[in-house]
């Protein structure tokens, strides 16, 4: 359904009520403006070959997407879809430039073990560069995974099929990672056809492969894979699973990031032979702090290392527990905190009934396990399995670590308690004229986009802003014969800054939007202003034009806008040129304060920032700063 109602103050209720809560709960943000995909172009969507019958009874199946310079590729059902971005202007149709079909042999044995003839299909669930010729691309083909490898820029396939187990799932409804790191690739997934055997695996490179211990619930324990990344000696895996340590509570899900050391070469025959000697892992804390902390503990998804203040960080979206009260945050995590968090105290349960506490050091082994061997304190050990046995054995009953990674600023970007689950993001960390301002797109199971300002910035704004909320799901363009429900939900985004506009997946098709749509203000100031879109500028002779970064638009920087030159502005609301069956409207909600990362006002936080706002909001006037030049 599009607008569930959700039960919107319960949580906030809920926080209230906590006895001696001294903040409140944060409030949902109300977007500045709402909109629909009426107007964009009809054939900005994608759901599969037209003369694929399998695609127009069940649409696209969409797996995942592979951006590779300006080529976006798209993982689907039996197809690998490749579309030149290049090529592709905006407006244009959504037609790929080429593409390879891999379906499975084996639909007729894959219905005899009980599955139903609609999932006997070859689904893509891995596609990564392999080097900078070929792609691996692994399917769950029919449940019997397999793997190919592809040319990147003929997508014929290349050498012989290689298994698919610990690589890529049995059944496509289970999750995966993988990356190339120095030549092997990492992956994470389930191993086998009852998805009961959780792994993280290293193979074909030169090394020795290695996985995680088996049907061993302390290492993972009914994980779910949201994202890997290479940084530094390490590969790291984040995940959500069932709680090891708040068993006591039912099956409650905590958030995790693991890593594993790239020069591992698992244990001794005594110990850990053929496992990783390196595997830890840490919660990641998603919450508001308080008196009585309140978690965000659902790991949903997470962004590559992006630019935040300085810092490289990841950006995530996390949900309440799925029995609890719907809420959802957008948390980020500096790599260096997590970096940190791997150096703290081990976690281990006393007894069998009792809590989870640190480790004394006294009782931990030297050197550290779980360290690198070759490097710091294992530096002596040129190998892992040269390491002493005690060292692994300890390791092998203590991958958790005792601390929570922090989120960045201690606290999300954004809560949401009343309006519909987010589950997917992608970040902007140059966006704006000057190339430092962070956007965040956030992907909901309703199938709307939000486009948010988080806190900070220039203007150390206190709170995020959603500066458009912008409805893509089009039944007509998307539907299929899977379950209606679910076709809404948005499983895949991807940014193509360069082309300015916005990826979005659903099951069934993929769709296109604009970053912005900056000639809907018109020749109107205001509303140009009061979008705060780091993606808009005003220009004194051309009114709302769009920002592509430097270089991008020519737009005078001159500084000599004149207070009188407000623009033309009907009923203080949009822009009356805005494109041609545009149905977004523009709303000035009542944002904290109207300041905009780039304008003028930013360079003197405080009381001028509602000065501009005042003046935009109330009097449709613009700053009169002496060097008044970008103002949205
Ligand atoms: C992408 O571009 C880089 C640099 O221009 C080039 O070295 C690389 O081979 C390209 N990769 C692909 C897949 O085309
Ligand atoms: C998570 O962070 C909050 C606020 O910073 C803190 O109060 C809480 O103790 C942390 N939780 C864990 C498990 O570390
Ligand atoms: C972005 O860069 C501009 C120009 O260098 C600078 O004036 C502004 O302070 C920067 N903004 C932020 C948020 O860092």
Same mark, same amino acid.
């Given at each position: ?268 025959? #005594?110990? %850990? $032979?053929?496992? &990783? /000697?390196?595997?830890?892992?840490? @919660?990641?804390?998603?919450?508001? !702090? =308080? ?58 349960? #006393?007894? %069998? $009934?009792?809590? &989870? /506490?640190?480790?004394?050091?006294? @009782?931990?082994?030297?050197?550290? !396990? =779980? ?65 430092? /301002? ?195």
């Amino acid at each position: 359904m599009p607008r569930a109602p959700h039960p919107m103050p319960l949580l906030l209720l809920l926080w209230l009520s906590l006895p001696h809560a001294q903040a409140a709960f944060p409030q949902d943000p109300i977007p500045l403006v709402t909109s629909d995909l009426q107007g964009s172009s009809p054939l900005s969507w994608f759901r599969g070959l037209e003369e694929d019958a399998v695609a127009a009874e069940l649409g696209l199946d969409f797996q995942r997407f592979l951006t590779l310079n300006r080529t976006l590729l798209v993982a689907a059902r039996d197809h690998v879809f490749s579309f030149d971005l290049q090529a592709q202007e905006e407006g244009e149709g959504l037609v790929p430039n080429k593409f390879l079909t891999w379906r499975s042999q084996d639909v007729e044995n894959c219905a005899v073990r009980g599955k139903l003839t609609d999932e006997c299909y070859n689904y893509i669930r891995v596609l990564v560069p392999w080097d900078s010729q070929r792609l691996l691309a692994c399917g769950t083909n029919s449940f019997s995974p397999m793997c190919r490898s592809y040319g990147i820029t003929s997508l014929q396939q290349e050498g012989e099929e290689l298994s698919g187990q610990a690589r890529c799932p049995f059944d496509a409804t289970q999750s995966n990672v993988a990356i190339f790191a120095e030549g092997s690739l990492y992956s994470a997934t389930a191993a086998d056809f009852q998805a009961s055997d959780a792994v993280v695996y290293r193979s074909l490179g030169s090394q020795p492969p290695l996985r995680s211990a088996k049907y061993d619930s302390k290492w993972l324990r009914e994980p779910h894979f949201v994202y890997a990344v290479e940084h530094r000696d390490h590969v790291y895996f984040f995940f959500r699973e069932v709680a090891v340590e708040e068993s006591r509570l039912g099956r409650v899900q905590f958030s995790r990031v693991a890593r594993v050391c790239k020069r591992d070469m698992g244990g001794s025959p #005594r110990a %850990l $032979d053929r496992h &990783w /000697t390196s595997f830890l892992k840490l @919660r990641l804390n998603c919450s508001v !702090p =308080g008196d009585s902390t309140f978690y965000f503990d659902v790991l949903q998804a997470l962004t590559g290392p992006v630019n935040l203040h300085g810092r490289s960080a990841l950006f995530g979206v996390f949900t309440t527990q799925t029995n609890s009260i719907p809420g959802s945050a957008v948390c980020a995590f500096y790599l260096d905190d997590i970096e940190r968090g791997f150096e703290g105290k081990f976690k281990e349960q #006393r007894s %069998l $009934d009792g809590a &989870w /506490t640190p480790v004394s050091e006294d @009782r931990v082994p030297s050197p550290r !396990p =779980g360290s690198c061997a070759g490097v710091g304190g294992a530096a002596s050990f040129s190998s892992s399995q040269d390491l002493p046995d005690a060292v692994l054995l300890f390791i092998k009953a203590h991958p958790l670590l005792d601390p929570a990674v922090p989120p960045a600023t201690h606290q999300p970007l954004l809560t949401l308690t009343s309006r519909a689950l987010l589950t997917q993001v992608a970040v902007d960390g140059v966006a704006g004229p000057h190339r430092n /301002t962070t956007v965040l797109f956030l992907g909901s199971n309703d199938g709307t986009v939000l486009k948010v300002l988080p806190p900070g910035g220039q203007s150390l704004r206190p709170e995020p802003i959603i500066l458009e909320e912008i409805d893509a799901y089009s039944p007509a363009r998307c539907s299929g014969k899977r379950s209606a429900q679910a076709s809404r939900r948005i499983i895949g985004l991807e940014l193509d800054t360069e082309g300015h506009r916005l990826f979005v997946a659903f099951p069934g098709c993929i769709v296109y939007l604009p970053l912005s749509r900056c000639a809907r203000h018109g020749a109107c100031q205001r509303s140009c202003l009061a979008s705060q879109d780091p993606y808009c500028g005003w220009h004194r002779l051309r009114g709302c034009v769009s920002i592509r970064g430097p270089g991008g638009t020519d737009v005078d920087v001159t500084g000599n806008q004149e207070s009188t030159e407000h623009g033309d502005c009907q009923d203080g609301a949009t822009g009356s040129q805005s494109g041609p069956g545009d149905s977004a409207y523009v709303h000035l909600g009542p944002g904290p304060s109207l300041e905009t990362p780039s304008s003028p006002s930013d360079a003197h936080p405080g009381p001028q920032s509602s000065t501009l706002g005042a003046h935009t909001q109330g009097k449709g006037v613009a700053w009169e700063g002496p060097s008044a030049v970008w103002t949205c």
